[in-house]
Protein backbone atom coordinates (compact mmCIF):
# COMPACT_ATOMS: atom_id res chain seq x y z
CA UNK A 1 0.00 0.00 0.00
CA UNK A 2 1.81 3.85 -1.19
CA UNK A 3 0.66 6.88 0.93
CA UNK A 4 -0.21 9.35 -2.07
CA UNK A 5 -0.93 13.07 -1.25
CA UNK A 6 -1.61 14.36 2.07
CA UNK A 7 -5.29 14.94 3.41
CA UNK A 8 -4.65 16.20 6.66
CA UNK A 9 -2.37 17.32 8.77
CA UNK A 10 -3.12 17.21 13.20
CA UNK A 11 -1.36 17.89 16.34
CA UNK A 12 0.31 14.46 16.21
CA UNK A 13 -0.38 12.33 13.10
CA UNK A 14 -0.85 12.83 9.39
CA UNK A 15 -3.33 11.07 7.50
CA UNK A 16 -2.55 10.23 3.68
CA UNK A 17 -4.42 8.78 0.84
CA UNK A 18 -4.27 5.27 -0.56
CA UNK A 19 -5.03 3.81 -4.24
CA UNK A 20 -7.51 2.15 -2.45
CA UNK A 21 -10.14 4.83 -1.27
CA UNK A 22 -11.11 1.99 1.55
CA UNK A 23 -8.22 2.61 3.50
CA UNK A 24 -5.96 5.73 4.54
CA UNK A 25 -2.59 5.88 5.83
CA UNK A 26 -1.93 7.77 9.45
CA UNK A 27 1.74 8.70 9.86
CA UNK A 28 2.58 9.44 14.10
CA UNK A 29 4.99 12.26 14.84
CA UNK A 30 6.65 13.19 17.54
CA UNK A 31 5.13 16.16 17.98
CA UNK A 32 3.38 17.19 21.18
CA UNK A 33 0.75 20.07 22.55
CA UNK A 34 -1.30 20.46 25.42
CA UNK A 35 -3.58 22.76 26.12
CA UNK A 36 -5.46 23.51 23.01
CA UNK A 37 -2.00 23.52 21.38
CA UNK A 38 -0.77 26.47 23.48
CA UNK A 39 2.21 24.18 24.81
CA UNK A 40 3.99 23.03 21.78
CA UNK A 41 7.05 20.16 22.20
CA UNK A 42 8.75 17.37 21.07
CA UNK A 43 8.49 14.06 22.73
CA UNK A 44 11.53 11.96 21.09
CA UNK A 45 10.58 8.93 19.54
CA UNK A 46 6.29 9.01 20.79
CA UNK A 47 5.84 8.28 17.43
CA UNK A 48 6.73 5.18 16.80
CA UNK A 49 5.50 4.30 20.50
CA UNK A 50 1.91 5.52 20.14
CA UNK A 51 1.71 4.09 16.61
CA UNK A 52 2.97 0.31 17.84
CA UNK A 53 0.58 0.88 20.92
CA UNK A 54 -2.36 1.67 19.28
CA UNK A 55 -1.72 -1.07 17.05
CA UNK A 56 -1.34 -3.40 19.92
CA UNK A 57 -4.09 -2.22 21.77
CA UNK A 58 -6.41 -2.37 18.69
CA UNK A 59 -5.61 -6.01 18.01
CA UNK A 60 -6.08 -6.87 21.38
CA UNK A 61 -10.35 -4.89 21.33
CA UNK A 62 -10.69 -6.62 17.74
CA UNK A 63 -9.71 -10.33 19.66
CA UNK A 64 -12.91 -9.31 22.17
CA UNK A 65 -14.97 -8.20 19.27
CA UNK A 66 -14.43 -4.74 19.61
CA UNK A 67 -14.39 -3.25 15.52
CA UNK A 68 -11.67 -0.88 15.01
CA UNK A 69 -9.98 0.90 12.07
CA UNK A 70 -6.74 -0.96 12.24
CA UNK A 71 -5.58 -3.05 9.51
CA UNK A 72 -1.85 -3.02 9.24
CA UNK A 73 1.08 -1.41 10.82
CA UNK A 74 3.48 -0.57 7.70
CA UNK A 75 6.54 0.54 9.24
CA UNK A 76 7.82 1.84 12.74
CA UNK A 77 5.20 5.45 12.61
CA UNK A 78 2.66 4.32 9.55
CA UNK A 79 -0.62 2.30 9.71
CA UNK A 80 -3.26 1.51 7.39
CA UNK A 81 -6.35 2.20 9.02
CA UNK A 82 -9.82 1.91 7.85
CA UNK A 83 -11.18 5.01 5.73
CA UNK A 84 -13.90 6.79 8.47
CA UNK A 85 -15.79 9.94 8.68
CA UNK A 86 -14.99 10.96 12.29
CA UNK A 87 -17.89 11.33 14.71
CA UNK A 88 -16.63 15.09 15.82
CA UNK A 89 -17.00 13.91 19.85
CA UNK A 90 -14.34 13.23 22.17
CA UNK A 91 -15.20 10.60 24.43
CA UNK A 92 -13.82 10.65 27.52
CA UNK A 93 -13.94 7.43 30.32
CA UNK A 94 -12.94 7.91 34.12
CA UNK A 95 -11.97 5.33 36.30
CA UNK A 96 -10.79 7.43 39.14
CA UNK A 97 -11.00 11.36 39.24
CA UNK A 98 -7.97 13.40 37.71
CA UNK A 99 -7.19 16.76 35.03
CA UNK A 100 -10.39 18.20 34.33
CA UNK A 101 -13.09 16.12 36.56
CA UNK A 102 -10.39 17.53 39.65
CA UNK A 103 -10.57 21.13 37.89
CA UNK A 104 -13.61 21.14 36.85
CA UNK A 105 -16.05 19.93 40.06
CA UNK A 106 -13.57 20.94 43.20
CA UNK A 107 -12.01 17.69 44.09
CA UNK A 108 -8.64 15.78 44.88
CA UNK A 109 -6.92 13.38 42.11
CA UNK A 110 -7.07 9.81 43.02
CA UNK A 111 -10.62 9.22 43.88
CA UNK A 112 -11.59 5.79 42.31
CA UNK A 113 -15.44 6.25 41.30
CA UNK A 114 -17.48 3.07 42.07
CA UNK A 115 -18.20 2.80 38.71
CA UNK A 116 -16.86 4.86 35.02
CA UNK A 117 -18.09 8.11 34.31
CA UNK A 118 -18.44 8.92 30.21
CA UNK A 119 -18.77 12.86 29.11
CA UNK A 120 -18.04 13.75 25.34
CA UNK A 121 -16.45 17.18 24.35
CA UNK A 122 -17.13 18.75 21.01
CA UNK A 123 -14.15 18.34 18.70
CA UNK A 124 -13.58 21.85 17.66
CA UNK A 125 -10.23 23.73 18.02
CA UNK A 126 -11.74 26.71 17.68
CA UNK A 127 -13.98 26.40 20.48
CA UNK A 128 -11.49 24.86 22.36
CA UNK A 129 -13.66 21.51 22.50
CA UNK A 130 -16.10 21.94 25.04
CA UNK A 131 -18.18 19.91 27.10
CA UNK A 132 -21.45 18.61 25.29
CA UNK A 133 -24.11 16.21 26.28
CA UNK A 134 -26.03 13.92 24.37
CA UNK A 135 -28.81 16.32 23.80
CA UNK A 136 -26.06 18.96 23.06
CA UNK A 137 -24.70 16.51 20.15
CA UNK A 138 -27.97 15.79 18.43
CA UNK A 139 -28.79 18.78 17.99
CA UNK A 140 -25.54 19.73 16.66
CA UNK A 141 -26.27 16.75 14.41
CA UNK A 142 -22.94 15.57 15.06
CA UNK A 143 -24.48 11.61 15.28
CA UNK A 144 -27.76 10.00 15.61
CA UNK A 145 -28.86 8.86 19.15
CA UNK A 146 -28.54 5.41 17.88
CA UNK A 147 -24.72 5.95 17.23
CA UNK A 148 -24.53 7.56 20.99
CA UNK A 149 -25.78 4.42 22.23
CA UNK A 150 -23.36 2.23 20.35
CA UNK A 151 -20.26 4.87 21.37
CA UNK A 152 -21.65 4.92 24.92
CA UNK A 153 -21.65 0.45 24.57
CA UNK A 154 -18.17 0.27 22.92
CA UNK A 155 -16.74 2.73 25.65
CA UNK A 156 -17.23 0.80 28.49
CA UNK A 157 -16.46 -2.45 26.87
CA UNK A 158 -12.67 -1.17 25.60
CA UNK A 159 -12.43 0.57 29.26
CA UNK A 160 -13.08 -2.83 30.65
CA UNK A 161 -10.73 -4.71 28.14
CA UNK A 162 -8.52 -2.27 28.82
CA UNK A 163 -8.55 -1.47 32.51
CA UNK A 164 -7.76 -5.61 32.79
CA UNK A 165 -5.47 -5.51 30.02
CA UNK A 166 -3.06 -2.70 31.74
CA UNK A 167 -3.63 -3.96 35.30
CA UNK A 168 -1.60 -6.94 34.41
CA UNK A 169 1.67 -5.11 33.62
CA UNK A 170 0.99 -2.86 36.61
CA UNK A 171 -0.47 0.27 35.42
CA UNK A 172 -3.84 1.77 36.59
CA UNK A 173 -6.03 3.18 33.85
CA UNK A 174 -6.59 6.41 35.27
CA UNK A 175 -8.90 7.81 32.59
CA UNK A 176 -8.75 7.85 28.90
CA UNK A 177 -9.97 9.51 25.21
CA UNK A 178 -11.87 7.82 22.26
CA UNK A 179 -12.71 9.38 19.28
CA UNK A 180 -15.27 6.76 16.52
CA UNK A 181 -15.78 7.32 13.07
CA UNK A 182 -18.63 5.63 10.49
CA UNK A 183 -17.40 3.03 7.86
CA UNK A 184 -19.27 3.53 4.12
CA UNK A 185 -21.50 1.41 5.71
CA UNK A 186 -22.27 3.72 8.64
CA UNK A 187 -21.18 0.76 11.52
CA UNK A 188 -19.43 3.00 14.18
CA UNK A 189 -15.45 2.01 14.61
CA UNK A 190 -13.20 2.91 17.31
CA UNK A 191 -10.52 4.87 15.46
CA UNK A 192 -8.15 7.43 16.28
CA UNK A 193 -5.50 6.57 19.08
CA UNK A 194 -4.65 4.69 22.59
CA UNK A 195 -1.73 6.04 23.98
CA UNK A 196 -0.51 7.45 26.81
CA UNK A 197 -0.83 10.98 24.49
CA UNK A 198 -4.70 10.31 25.54
CA UNK A 199 -4.90 8.35 28.72
CA UNK A 200 -3.89 8.67 32.07
CA UNK A 201 -1.37 5.75 33.52
CA UNK A 202 -0.44 5.59 37.21
CA UNK A 203 2.50 3.07 38.21
CA UNK A 204 0.38 0.75 40.66
CA UNK A 205 3.52 0.82 42.92
CA UNK A 206 4.46 4.30 43.42
CA UNK A 207 1.58 5.86 41.86
CA UNK A 208 4.01 7.46 39.61
CA UNK A 209 2.65 9.61 36.26
CA UNK A 210 3.67 7.25 32.63
CA UNK A 211 1.55 9.69 30.25
CA UNK A 212 1.70 12.64 28.71
CA UNK A 213 0.23 15.15 32.06
CA UNK A 214 4.52 14.72 32.46
CA UNK A 215 4.51 16.67 29.16
CA UNK A 216 1.47 19.03 30.58
CA UNK A 217 3.03 19.57 33.76
CA UNK A 218 7.09 19.61 33.51
CA UNK A 219 7.46 17.01 35.31
CA UNK A 220 10.40 15.55 33.31
CA UNK A 221 11.20 12.12 31.90
CA UNK A 222 8.19 11.96 29.77
CA UNK A 223 10.30 10.02 27.12
CA UNK A 224 10.90 7.28 29.66
CA UNK A 225 7.53 7.23 30.73
CA UNK A 226 6.32 5.96 27.16
CA UNK A 227 8.99 4.10 27.02
CA UNK A 228 8.13 2.08 30.04
CA UNK A 229 4.62 1.86 29.46
CA UNK A 230 5.49 0.21 26.17
CA UNK A 231 8.45 -1.82 27.76
CA UNK A 232 5.79 -3.19 29.98
CA UNK A 233 3.27 -3.65 27.18
CA UNK A 234 5.60 -5.76 24.42
CA UNK A 235 6.73 -7.84 27.96
CA UNK A 236 3.25 -8.73 28.28
CA UNK A 237 2.80 -9.95 24.68
CA UNK A 238 5.50 -12.29 25.66
P1 LIG B 1 -8.93 15.77 30.95
O1 LIG B 1 -8.93 15.38 32.39
O2 LIG B 1 -7.97 16.85 30.62
O3 LIG B 1 -10.33 16.06 30.46
O4 LIG B 1 -8.43 14.50 30.13
C1 LIG B 1 -9.09 13.27 30.20
C2 LIG B 1 -8.35 12.25 29.34
O5 LIG B 1 -8.43 12.58 27.96
C3 LIG B 1 -6.86 12.15 29.64
O6 LIG B 1 -6.52 10.77 29.64
C4 LIG B 1 -6.18 12.85 28.51
C5 LIG B 1 -7.15 12.73 27.38
N1 LIG B 1 -7.20 13.92 26.51
C6 LIG B 1 -6.90 13.80 25.17
O7 LIG B 1 -6.59 12.71 24.69
N2 LIG B 1 -6.99 14.92 24.39
C7 LIG B 1 -7.33 16.13 24.88
O8 LIG B 1 -7.37 17.11 24.12
C8 LIG B 1 -7.63 16.25 26.28
C9 LIG B 1 -8.02 17.56 26.89
C10 LIG B 1 -7.55 15.10 27.05
Not at 85 to 96: F, K, Y
Not at 177 to 198: Q, W
Amino acid sequence: MKKLEQLYEGKAKKVFRTENPAYLIVAYKDDATAFNGEKKGTIQGKGAINNRMTNLLMQMLEQQGIPTHFVKELSDRETVVKAVTIVPLEVIVRNISAGHFAQNYGVAEGIVFDQPTIEFSYKNDALGDPLINSYHARALKLATQEEIDTIVSLSFRINQALQAFFQKVGIILVDFKLEFGRLADGTIVLADEISPDTCRFWDQATGEKLDKDRFRRDLGHVEEAYEEVMRRLTGAQG
